[in-house]
């Protein structure tokens, strides 16, 4: 009886544990997507993973084809990431990235999944020159 309680306690264990690898795993395509789109300024990449109304820094929303290929020519090339946490928010995942660039600077990057896998949340412009409506070039 003990014995079978403890067989039962390990494979609930076990589930627990893939489960857990499993859900930190399952960005992993995207993430390597999005280092892609942002190495290449290649909006194609990286428009199917983003929702229609993503959020990125303080610029207009639902109008993807229009602002995010400008912001992908001005943020830098990276050589390199690595995810540095996931967290669960809300029905969402938040990944938070650290990029290292030619320089060997780095920056930190997070991008908010929703539950049905689209990047709600686009944090790339921390850092970046951007245009704004005015004219201007902010930092």
């Not at 199917?48 to 929303?61: A, C, E, H, R, T």
Request: hydrophobic fraction near 35%; avoid cysteine.
């Amino acid at each position: 009886m003990m014995k079978n309680k403890l067989a039962l306690l390990f494979l609930i264990l076990m589930l627990s544990i893939t489960v857990s690898q499993a859900q930190k795993q399952s960005y992993t395509k995207e993430l390597n997507i999005v280092f892609k789109s942002l190495k290449s300024n290649d909006y194609k990449l990286i428009k199917p993973l983003l929702d229609p109304n993503v959020k990125v820094g303080n610029l207009p929303q639902g109008m993807n084809d229009a602002v995010i290929p400008q912001v992908l020519t001005q943020l830098p090339k990276p050589v390199s990431f690595k995810v540095s946490s996931t967290i669960k928010e809300g029905d969402g995942t938040r990944i938070n990235t650290v990029y290292t660039y030619a320089d060997k600077t780095t920056r930190n990057q997070s991008f908010l999944f929703n539950a049905k896998g689209k990047i709600i949340d686009f944090d790339v412009l921390e850092g970046a020159n951007t245009q704004t409506s005015t004219g201007s070039t902010t930092n």
